[in-house]
């Protein structure tokens, strides 16, 4: 997953580079400012990953639990 993070980042840091360097911008500023994308967009990614790793981890958990309690409850409804 950390690979496709990475490759997403640099992916918008090459397409930021392209659109800074047709603006007559001074080649430091054009590789400053695409950096600088490269790190938001990473980073903003990094976090979108781990949220909705966590989401579908706790929705995981949350039906394990209400499958384990069914057949708890089942499993005391057939003893009586």
């Not at 500023?29 to 979108?48: E, K, P, Q, S, W």
């Not at 057949?71 to 057939?78: K, L, P």
Request: proline share 1%; charged share 15%; no cysteine.
């Amino acid at each position: 997953m950390n690979k496709i993070v990475l490759n997403i980042g640099l992916l918008a840091f090459f397409i930021s580079l392209i659109i800074f360097s047709q603006q007559n911008i001074p080649l430091e500023d054009v590789f400053l400012r695409a950096f600088a994308i490269f790190v938001i967009v990473t980073l903003m990614t990094g976090i979108l990953v781990i949220v909705f790793f966590k989401a579908v981890a706790k929705a995981m958990y949350e039906k394990a639990m209400q499958k384990q309690d069914s057949m708890i409850m089942g499993n005391e409804d057939n003893g009586k």
